[in-house]
């Protein structure tokens, strides 16, 4: 167990809803990081947050966004949904943002 | 860019003996950090081992070990005395020690342990 949550672990939705992720660090950890894993493009790094402040940026489509709360909850928002979305969404946690990473168990998503 | 390239899409090695999965990057950063994480039929990502750049001594967790080569932008994972639970998909990472930062995976190599 990494120590670091997400829920839902699963989550199925049709084409054109909005789905809400999210993501719990591991206590003391102060940077988020988002990765998406499809079947045909690995993982790819979507978004970072550190500390409440967005700090770098991937292949996030307009359509996703994400934020850190004060609390340092993230939670990555995926709107318009198409069929190509379907993928495993990690989250990740690292203590200043320039440490080693660890993963949450990942939120499966199934856009039918 | 930084990229990193697993050549190795598929392994396999019988329980108890050695296996070296291979990755290479491209960088012209000085200080970085190369990672292996497993990610088993869970499909959780796991942190197997970790090598600073800057450290010339090969890293080192129980049976996992790295051969970390800079010059030649190699970075290889000896797994010793292979055992069933070591049957995962193994990712090696690339990443530089910024505030801002991002990690670039590699394709992954899937290993199989045989009884």
């Known amino acids: 167990d990494s120590g670091v949550t997400q829920t839902p672990k699963h989550l199925i939705t049709a084409t054109g809803q909005r789905v809400t992720l999210r993501c719990s660090p591991r206590s003391g950890d102060l940077s988020v990081y988002w990765y998406q894993q499809s079947l045909d493009q690995g993982l790819q790094f979507l978004i970072q947050?550190?500390?409440?402040?967005?700090?770098a940026k991937g292949n996030i489509l307009e359509r996703f966004s994400a934020q850190q709360f004060p609390d340092l909850h993230s939670e990555l928002n995926l709107s318009s949904l198409e069929l190509g979305d379907s993928a495993l969404y990690f989250c990740?946690?690292?203590?200043?943002?320039?440490?080693?990473?660890?993963f949450g168990p990942g939120t499966r998503l199934l856009v039918l | 860019a930084q990229t990193v390239t697993q050549s190795q899409p598929e392994m396999s090695v019988q329980e108890a003996e050695t296996v070296t999965l291979s990755c290479t990057y491209d960088t012209s950063e000085s200080n970085y950090y190369l990672f292996w994480y497993k990610q088993p039929p869970s499909r959780q990502m796991i942190l197997v081992i970790r090598q600073e750049a800057y450290k010339q001594q090969n890293a080192t967790e129980n049976r996992f070990s790295v051969n970390f080569q800079k010059a030649a932008k190699s970075f290889s994972l000896k797994i010793s005395d292979s055992q069933l639970g070591d049957t995962a998909m193994y990712f090696c990472?690339?990443?530089?020690?910024?505030?801002?930062?991002?990690?670039?995976f590699g394709a992954g190599t899937r290993l199989t342990v045989k009884p």
């Open positions: 947050y550190y500390n409440g402040e967005e700090r």
């Open positions: 990740a946690s690292s203590a200043t943002g320039i440490e080693t990473q660890y």
């Open positions: 990472a690339f990443m530089k020690p910024l505030l801002n930062n991002d990690m670039r």
